[in-house]
């Protein structure tokens, strides 16, 4: 469950059992279940505490161990459950992998914890200070997933713009980058959520000299009026978001943005609210998560007074989506005719999918001998949210 980071703890976590004599199992019976958690949103936190019941009530006389975000600073409400064996409040950081399983694309931790302690998110709370990863180990376990046939690594953190900030280590996110540039086999590289303080001169230079890293990058909004992102402690305006993904696409180009948006958040107006549509129709991100308010117990925000409607928010949610929806049409209308490069990851029916360096989704007709290869494309036309592609020549 959970980001990108929380997915390779899991992995992590897969491969020390697997080392001590454990057998994965893709059903039950079982001895075991371990159920890593999340509690970015009130949502997460109930879709956890399902799993875990889930587990319970499917398999009696397994046990079941509960570990992750949830366990870290509510592990009380998780004891309450009748059934789990044992709770693990630890921080598996630094760990390695050596591949992950059922993915194309690998996801690489180099980064955990966060220091920003935004007044509306826990995860600062239970992900503890910033901590970076030494670029030797991140090189090692790199090569090794490279050796493995990842084409792709996604760099991931927890604030991955934070990397270099903690003690120990002296290099930047751009120093990992340029580093990563050279393994041989890894044909790219992508940065996964980043803060828009976070993108230095010196990132947008790789952008710009790489010949691997991905012209796509994930910039969270949360809200575009400057009220607002002062109440959530965010560090920059509506202004200066606009004036760096401005600055970001003129120096890349073809470079396509997704981000995040948090509706509701308390105190929020109909005009608070307008200018994240206006912000979010002035960056035309690929795509717009959008994610309704939801209390989190111990942040700042718990205790902020004027609390929107529940009524309200899904209707704003609901008119930024259609708003989300239509800058997407218009990113993926502009690339129609062109040719690109697109990682064959999944299957689907009758055709193969996969992505572009920029995250563009594009089908293909179905060729089994192309999974897991980066293949020359035509991105004929758009299709129902997905470019319809025929092929050209194919990488190793």
Same mark, same amino acid.
């Given at each position: 469950?959970?980001?990108?980071?929380?997915?390779?703890?899991?992995?992590?976590?897969?491969? !020390?059992?697997? %080392?001590?004599?454990?057998?994965?199992?893709?059903?039950?019976?079982?001895?075991?279940?371990?159920?890593?958690?999340?509690?970015?949103?009130?949502?997460?936190?109930?879709?956890?505490?399902?799993?875990?019941?889930?587990?319970?009530?499917?398999?009696?006389?397994?046990?079941?161990?509960?570990?992750?975000?949830?366990?870290?600073?509510?592990?009380?409400?998780?004891?309450?459950?009748?059934?789990?064996?044992?709770?693990?409040?630890? %921080?598996? #950081?630094?760990?390695?992998?050596?591949?992950?399983?059922?993915?194309? !694309?690998?996801?690489?931790?180099?980064?955990?914890?966060?220091?920003?302690?935004?007044?509306?998110?826990?995860?600062?709370?239970?992900?503890?200070?910033?901590?970076?990863?030494?670029?030797?180990?991140?090189?090692?376990?790199?090569?090794?997933?490279?050796?493995?046939?990842?084409?792709?690594?996604?760099?991931?953190?927890?604030?991955?713009?934070?990397?270099?900030?903690?003690?120990?280590?002296?290099?930047?996110?751009?120093?990992?980058?340029?580093?990563?540039?050279?393994?041989?086999?890894?044909?790219?590289?992508?940065?996964? %959520?980043?803060?828009?303080?976070?993108?230095?001169?010196?990132?947008?230079?790789?952008?710009?000299?790489?010949?691997?890293?991905?012209?796509?990058?994930?910039?969270?909004?949360?809200?575009?009026?400057?009220?607002?992102?002062?109440?959530?402690?965010?560090?920059?305006?509506?202004?200066?978001?606009?004036?760096?993904?401005?600055?970001?696409?003129?120096?890349?180009?073809?470079?396509?943005?997704?981000?995040?948006?948090?509706?509701?958040?308390?105190?929020?107006?109909?005009?608070?609210?307008?200018?994240?549509?206006?912000?979010?129709?002035?960056?035309?991100?690929?795509?717009?998560?959008? #994610?309704?308010?939801?209390?989190?117990?111990?942040?700042?925000?718990?205790?902020?007074?004027?609390?929107?409607?529940?009524?309200?928010?899904?209707?704003?949610?609901?008119?930024?989506?259609?708003?989300?929806?239509?800058? !997407?049409?218009?990113?993926?209308?502009?690339?129609?005719?062109?040719?690109?490069?697109?990682?064959?990851?999944?299957?689907?029916?009758?055709?193969?999918?996969?992505?572009?360096?920029?995250?563009?989704?594009?089908?293909?007709?179905?060729?089994?001998?192309?999974?897991?290869?980066?293949?020359?494309?035509?991105?004929?036309?758009?299709?129902?949210?997905?470019?319809?592609?025929?092929?050209?020549?194919?990488?190793?």
């Amino acid at each position: 469950m959970g980001c990108k980071a929380n997915q390779y703890d899991t992995q992590s976590i897969r491969e !020390r059992f697997l %080392s001590k004599g454990f057998i994965e199992c893709a059903n039950g019976p079982v001895d075991y279940y371990l159920v890593n958690t999340c509690t970015v949103t009130g949502g997460a936190d109930q879709k956890s505490r399902n799993i875990i019941r889930r587990c319970i009530q499917s398999s009696p006389k397994s046990k079941v161990i509960v570990t992750g975000c949830l366990a870290e600073k509510d592990w009380a409400q998780l004891k309450a459950i009748k059934g789990i064996h044992l709770i693990v409040k630890k %921080s598996f #950081f630094p760990e390695k992998i050596s591949g992950f399983s059922q993915h194309t !694309r690998a996801f690489l931790k180099i980064q955990d914890g966060c220091s920003n302690f935004c007044t509306y998110c826990k995860v600062a709370l239970v992900r503890g200070k910033e901590r970076s990863k030494k670029l030797k180990l991140i090189l090692e376990e790199a090569k090794q997933l490279a050796a493995c046939g990842y084409k792709e690594i996604v760099l991931t953190g927890i604030c991955l713009g934070a990397y270099g900030r903690s003690s120990g280590v002296r290099e930047t996110l751009a120093d990992v980058v340029g580093a990563l540039e050279n393994i041989p086999g890894l044909l790219r590289i992508r940065l996964s %959520s980043i803060e828009a303080g976070d993108v230095s001169p010196e990132l947008i230079k790789c952008f710009k000299g790489s010949k691997k890293l991905c012209r796509h990058l994930h910039i969270p909004i949360q809200s575009g009026d400057d009220r607002i992102l002062r109440l959530m402690n965010r560090k920059y305006s509506a202004k200066q978001y606009a004036d760096l993904i401005g600055r970001l696409k003129s120096a890349i180009p073809s470079l396509v943005i997704t981000t995040d948006c948090l509706i509701g958040f308390p105190g929020e107006t109909e005009e608070n609210f307008e200018h994240t549509v206006e912000l979010v129709k002035k960056i035309i991100p690929l795509k717009a998560h959008i #994610f309704p308010y939801s209390s989190r117990p111990q942040t700042k925000a718990a205790g902020f007074k004027e609390a929107v409607d529940p009524r309200v928010i899904r209707l704003r949610c609901d008119k930024l989506a259609k708003v989300a929806g239509e800058c !997407r049409k218009e990113v993926m209308r502009g690339f129609i005719g062109s040719t690109a490069e697109v990682l064959i990851e999944n299957e689907s029916g009758e055709c193969l999918e996969g992505l572009t360096d920029n995250y563009l989704p594009v089908k293909l007709p179905y060729r089994p001998e192309l999974k897991n290869t980066i293949v020359k494309v035509r991105l004929n036309k758009m299709g129902e949210d997905v470019f319809l592609g025929g092929y050209g020549k194919a990488q190793a």
